[in-house]
């Protein structure tokens, strides 16, 4: 089945140290993006890419990075977590080509200690 | 500043009654809405969508209808079945979408 593949789907990483996150999908959408949802609360857009091209959100910290090395692939950099960064990070497709509806992985939860 | 508003944090419903979830939003550019659906430790699955153009939009059990003149969206499922309990977002845009914070529905057998 095609999908939206995230790991790890648990993530604990230390204050300050660096962690990447992963996302890879088998759809061949065009266009990926990052969320952040921290708890009781809407998933809030990090930034996204229309093929290469990366599209940043204006309030998106500078401690949030992220790369798209190929279509099928894409990774959140988070240079120093802060203890405010502890959240679930979402990744989406969506083929601009197909449609307009985003499909979501599953998500990796990320705490920080 | 809430673009999209979801007022009802929870709602409960009996199995076999409608269950109706609610969502206003406050840009009337909004051509595009969506509702999603989220379990526990899992990312949201798309559920059905709407464009401007239509007012009312079905899918089996699911149909979503739009007020624009109100800026109102809602969500009726029926009938309600325990596998619906989870938490119901709304989401506007297209390019981009923006989320409201969600309603958790529990069905009770």
């Known amino acids: 089945d095609a999908m939206v593949i995230q790991n790890p789907r648990y993530q604990v990483t230390q204050f300050g140290k660096p962690v990447t996150l992963s996302c890879s999908q088998t759809?061949?959408?065009?266009?990926m993006y990052w969320y952040q949802q921290k708890s009781s609360q809407a998933p809030k857009l990090l930034f996204h890419?229309?093929?290469?091209?990366?599209?940043n959100e204006a309030d998106t910290p500078d401690n949030f990075q992220s790369r798209r090395p190929n279509t099928s692939f894409c990774f959140l950099d988070i240079r120093s977590p802060g203890l405010g960064d502890a959240a679930m990070y979402l990744c989406?497709?969506?083929?601009?080509?197909?449609?307009?509806?985003?499909?979501f992985g599953p998500g990796t939860r990320l705490l920080v200690l | 500043d809430q673009q999209v508003k979801q007022n009802s944090p929870s709602l409960s419903v009996q199995e076999g009654r409608i269950s109706i979830l609610n969502c206003d939003y406050t840009?009337?550019?909004?051509?595009?809405f969506l509702w999603y659906k989220k379990y526990p430790a899992e990312g949201p699955t798309f559920l059905i969508s709407?464009?401007?153009?239509?007012d009312k939009n079905e899918d089996g059990r699911f149909t979503v209808f739009l007020n624009k003149s109100a800026k109102h969206l809602s969500l009726h499922i029926v009938p309600s079945q325990p596998g619906d309990s989870a938490v119901y977002f709304c989401?506007?845009?297209?390019?981009?979408?923006?989320f409201g914070t969600g309603t958790r529905l529990t069905i009770i057998p």
């Open positions: 989406a497709t969506r083929d601009d080509q197909g449609g307009r509806t985003q499909y």
């Open positions: 759809l061949n959408h065009n266009v």
């Open positions: 890419y229309y093929d290469k091209d990366f599209n």
């Open positions: 840009n009337s550019m909004f051509d595009y």
């Open positions: 709407i464009s401007s153009i239509k």
């Open positions: 989401a506007v845009g297209y390019e981009k979408l923006t």
